[in-house]
């Protein structure tokens, strides 16, 4: 149990363009999302928070207008990357809590790599 | 906010030896510390976690302490294998009644069979 599945895995784009990534929770249904960004041998920074059906929460210093965050449903959220430059190139990891007022466990998806040419 | 420091940064260990990391966190409000391992280019694993009312939690060879007082927690890896190699992240919740965690910066850990 606990799944939660990311697509693309992989995006290579061109500057200026803008890319979509996805964040499914495949057996549960997840009331909070957390998008989090991790450059190569750091640890995982959070950038923002999303809970269905509502606006999502960003961490300081991370552009909202850059970096939209939808949450349309209990199973899915999205980030969108938009206008990408080659600064936002990165490893972009999701993960869902699942609902219940108790629930902690955040369970994280395979992550997706942006390289922005 | 809340602020996690983790270490070592590195550690290397013999097969069947114990590994310990251990990390401080800043706010006494925080309740919930979970352990990830994370192997190269793979999605962080959550492998143990403690809540604030519990001192000790244990699963086979893992092994997870709280000290509120000192604010810190500990992870201990027994009889280590070469496939617990891996980078291994801390995690605070941001205080109490957040679902926000901080992370630590990661411990590496290298099993020299």
């Known amino acids: 149990g606990a799944v939660v599945s990311q697509h693309p895995s992989w995006v290579i784009c061109k500057s200026g363009t803008s890319v979509k990534i996805e964040c499914r929770s495949l057996?549960?249904?997840?009331?909070?999302m957390f998008w989090y960004r991790q450059f190569p041998k750091q640890s995982l920074m959070l950038m923002a928070t999303?809970?269905?059906?509502?606006?999502?929460?960003?961490e300081q210093g991370v552009e909202k207008d850059k970096f939209l965050i939808n949450h349309a449903s209990l199973t899915l959220s999205t980030l969108t990357v938009t206008s990408a430059h080659p600064e936002d190139s990165s490893f972009y990891i999701c993960?869902?809590?699942?609902?219940?007022?108790?629930?902690?466990?955040?369970?994280f998806g395979p992550g997706t790599r942006l390289t922005v040419t | 906010g809340e602020n996690v420091e983790q270490h070592p940064s590195t550690l290397s260990v013999q097969e069947g030896d114990s590994a310990v990391i251990k990390c401080t966190y800043s706010?006494?409000?925080?309740?919930?510390f979970p352990w990830y391992k994370q192997e190269l280019g793979k999605r962080p694993q959550l492998i143990i976690d403690?809540?604030?009312?519990?001192g000790e939690k244990k699963d086979q060879r893992i092994a997870v302490t709280l000290n509120k007082t000192a604010k810190h927690f500990s992870l201990h890896i027994t009889e280590t294998q070469p496939e617990d190699s891996a980078v291994y992240f801390c995690?605070?919740?941001?205080?109490?009644?957040?679902?926000?965690?901080?992370f630590g910066k990661g411990t590496k850990l290298s099993v020299i069979p």
């Open positions: 999303s809970n269905e059906g509502s606006k999502a929460t960003y």
């Open positions: 403690i809540r604030s009312n519990v």
């Open positions: 993960s869902a809590r699942g609902s219940g007022g108790l629930t902690y466990e955040q369970y």
């Open positions: 995690a605070a919740s941001l205080g109490a009644g957040s679902y926000q965690l901080t």
């Open positions: 057996d549960f249904q997840a009331t909070t």
């Open positions: 706010d006494s409000a925080s309740n919930y």
